[in-house]
């Protein structure tokens, strides 16, 4: 990625926040890389190098600034929207598919050899996949010395590292201190959830119209699964080594998360797939100057400045709420879901969050979860949760949807079976519905579905794949909240009118769907 070296310093020397997380600035008279809105003084433009990502700082032998805590901030809006192949790659590194399944396994999921995908992030990022991977380790690490009572190899496995010498290694080199020194310098505070509770602050770049996600969010919400109360959205979480649950409260310059783990190893994708749920990654300021620049929209956007759009933590879950949302009111959708999740049986929870093998012995962390003996009905699962104790479940998969008899689906034959030849598709993996999917061969693989058309496509593409440049011009809601702000209705001519909000129509039908 270019860097343009004049922009970049003025962007330092004003300490812009809007640029933090597009890039690092590494300090050679000091070894550090910062943050571009850095309180510390100005270096010299002789004693400055800028970075596209923090492992090509570190690369380059950089430590993190302690003062800034760049490592800390919210993530490059580009790799976040873009749909090529270092854009999917950086997004499925944020999971945690090389700590699961290394480098060959990235390789394998984006259908490129290990070398020639090691030479396109080099290009673009400035690092290899193994040293970004690395990157995203040591930030977990720090996050768990610095927030919980765990043990330092407890906290050098989960975070993904193969050794308690390799970790310790890391830490130093990334943050120019030892694990210990981390800890002392902010001694974690006990959590009111137990063991297997993490509280963090989850970046963004302001603004964001939280109230707008939240009535998003609360207004879809299926009983069991998630719920907003109190200014705070809660779900439940399918992760990768077990169940989890999720409470976000947006505040002032963060969202503070607070994550109930079965398993620490699923700290990182936990946080990357809250982030994308949010859509934290956001350039803002970028979205609202191009939807602004239509004077249709310049007063709703004055109004309600930092639209997000709310994405998913499950692409599985998005694709079958948009097939059974297919002509039918949102309150209906929810209605014939909630039927549906009634008769599955929740995600089952340990009576106590495991940690990872250490030393060859299972190590075990005491929690508040209590496995749930038999199936609770979706009224008390809202209050109590998949495993007792105010647990949520997360959304039924594949397998567990393909076993619902036909009778509960309480749906036409048609669209019923729409949703089980999805849910085959993904079993069988010939259908990628996870954010590192390459989102054109997606939508064709959806098209090809019988009962799945541009609308349900599209739908999934802009909330489960993230496609931030999606209209759907035929939905009923996008054409009222269009003859609402004066715009035109016609599906054609809207669509055609659409053009001028590329490449954020996905932004521009949120603001549709409210003006409705």
């Not at 299926?222 to 077990?242: A, F, I, K, M, S």
């Not at 009923?476 to 209705?489: I, N, Q, T």
Request: charged share 25%.
């Amino acid at each position: 990625m270019e860097l343009d070296f004049e922009r970049c310093y003025r962007a330092v020397d004003s300490r812009d926040q809007r640029f933090d997380g597009w890039f690092y600035t590494g300090v050679t008279s000091t070894g550090i890389y910062c943050r571009p809105s850095c309180p510390a003084t100005t270096p010299k433009r002789q004693n400055v190098r800028f970075f596209p990502s923090a492992a090509a700082a570190q690369t380059a032998g950089l430590r993190a600034c302690r003062r800034c805590r760049p490592d800390a901030v919210p993530g490059s809006p580009q790799w976040d929207v873009r749909a090529d192949v270092v854009g999917r790659a950086m997004r499925l590194i944020a999971d945690g598919v090389v700590d699961r399944d290394g480098i060959p396994g990235l390789a394998a999921r984006l259908g490129y050899t290990e070398r020639h995908l090691h030479r396109m992030l080099r290009a673009e990022m400035g690092a290899g996949p193994l040293a970004l991977a690395r990157a995203q380790r040591a930030q977990t690490a720090r996050t768990l010395i610095e927030t919980t009572g765990l043990g330092m190899a407890e906290v050098a496995f989960a975070a993904g590292f193969g050794s308690v010498r390799q970790f310790n290694d890391t830490v130093r080199e990334v943050y120019g201190s030892a694990p210990s020194e981390l800890r002392t310098a902010r001694r974690p505070s006990p959590t009111s959830g137990g063991a297997g509770t993490i509280t963090l602050r989850l970046a963004y770049r302001p603004p964001l119209h939280a109230e707008a996600l939240l009535d998003f969010l609360a207004l879809r919400a299926l009983p069991g699964v998630e719920e907003v109360r109190d200014g705070t959205y809660r779900r439940g979480l399918r992760l990768p080594h077990g169940p989890g649950e999720a409470a976000l409260t947006p505040a002032d310059g963060h969202v503070t998360a607070t994550l109930r783990l079965t398993d620490m190893r699923d700290l990182a994708p936990a946080v990357a797939r809250c982030r994308r749920l949010l859509d934290l990654d956001a350039d803002p300021t970028a979205v609202d100057d191009t939807l602004a620049a239509d004077p249709a929209l310049a007063r709703a956007v004055a109004a309600e400045p930092g639209i997000r759009l709310p994405r998913s933590v499950d692409g599985f879950e998005m694709a079958v709420r948009a097939i059974v949302g297919q002509q039918v009111s949102v309150r209906s959708a929810r209605t014939t879901l909630t039927r549906l999740l009634t008769h599955l049986t929740p995600l089952p929870l340990p009576p106590h969050p495991p940690h990872p093998r250490l030393n060859g012995v299972d190590q075990e962390v005491r929690g508040s979860g209590e496995r749930s003996q038999e199936p609770k009905p979706l009224d008390q699962l809202a209050e109590g949760g998949a495993g007792g104790a105010g647990w949520l479940s997360g959304f039924p998969g594949a397998a567990e949807v393909l076993g619902v008899p036909d009778e509960v689906f309480g749906m036409p034959a048609g669209r019923r079976e729409t949703i089980r030849t999805l849910a085959r598709a993904v079993a069988d993996g010939s259908l990628d519905l996870a954010p590192g999917g390459d989102r054109e061969e997606t939508v064709r693989r959806l098209l090809a579905l019988p009962g799945i058309g541009p609308w349900t496509a599209g739908y999934v593409a802009m909330r489960a794949l993230g496609d931030p440049d999606v209209l759907l011009p035929t939905d009923l809601a996008v054409r009222r909240g269009a003859a609402a702000l004066g715009l035109p209705d016609a599906p054609l001519t809207l669509d055609a009118y659409a053009d001028r909000w590329r490449p954020w129509r996905s932004y521009a039908v949120i603001r549709l769907w409210r003006a409705a």
